[in-house]
T-cell receptor, first 113, second 113 residues
Framework: KAGVTQTPRYLIKTRGQQVTLSCSPISGHRSVSWYQQTPGQGLQFLFEYFSETQRNKGNFPGRFSGRQFSNSRSEMNVSTLELGDSALYLC????????????FGQGTRLTVV | GENVEQHPSTLSVQEGDSAVIKCTYSDSASNYFPWYKQELGKRPQLIIDIRSNVGEKKDQRIAVTLNKTAKHFSLHITETQPEDSAVYFCAVPNTGGGNKLTFGTGTQLKVEL
């Protein structure tokens, strides 16, 4: 069974640009969550999608957005990139609706210069 | 929202010794408590979890204990080995539903030979 797949693995962008990251969950998993990981802030929750609907949202500015498609694949978008957006972005999928194991992808390392 | 505190931030032990990491949480309605291990350059992976209807759970050298009254749970690793060296995160789910996790700040465990 394939794991959670994130693309691209690495990305370098310039301040002010926008970026789209992709996440393919484990087959059959309908819940997809996104996290930002930085050395200073640890793992911070961005948002969760379940059956194409955003179900939970973290405390990030509106520049961070996401969506989920009918096949459960998810994308997150960051507009008007700032230097502080440099981080590892992790996607996690879960089989059930709540309180179940989160399976993480390898992450996308975003560097903003 | 949920507040999770994790201690210590770094822990160094000799091979064969035991290691204990503790987390406290704020929402008394929380009922699921996972622990994730993240090796350098890799994705976080679930190593053990516990639900609020039990006070302890073991899996070989790893155990988790839960004290709901005091709102804390701990990870215990016995007979530590070099491959246990990693960052360990506790997490608490959003009691409002869904798979949103609030993570502790992480513990860097180093097992020395």
């Amino acid at each position: 069974k394939a794991g959670v797949t994130q693309t691209p693995r690495y990305l370098i962008k310039t301040r002010g640009q926008q970026v789209t990251l992709s996440c393919s969950p484990i087959s059959g998993h309908r819940s997809v969550s996104w996290y930002q990981q930085t050395p200073g802030q640890g793992l911070q929750f961005l948002f969760e999608y379940f059956s194409e609907t955003q179900r939970n949202k973290g405390n990030f500015p509106g520049r961070f957005s996401g969506r989920q498609f009918s096949n459960s694949r998810s994308e997150m978008n960051v507009s008007t990139l700032e230097l502080g957006d440099s981080a590892l972005y992790l996607c996690a999928s879960s089989l059930l609706g709540e309180n179940t194991e989160a399976f993480f992808g390898q992450g996308t390392r975003l560097t903003v210069v | 929202g949920e507040n999770v505190e994790q201690h210590p931030s770094t822990l160094s032990v000799q091979e064969g010794d035991s290691a204990v990491i503790k987390c406290t949480y704020s929402d008394s309605a929380s009922n699921y408590f996972p622990w994730y291990k993240q090796e350098l350059g890799k994705r976080p992976q679930l190593i053990i979890d516990i639900r609020s209807n039990v006070g302890e759970k073991k899996d070989q050298r790893i155990a988790v204990t839960l004290n709901k009254t005091a709102k804390h749970f701990s990870l215990h690793i016995t007979e530590t080995q070099p491959e246990d060296s990693a960052v360990y995160f506790c997490a608490v789910p959003n009691t409002g539903g869904g798979n949103k996790l609030t993570f502790g700040t992480g513990t860097q465990l180093k097992v020395e030979l």
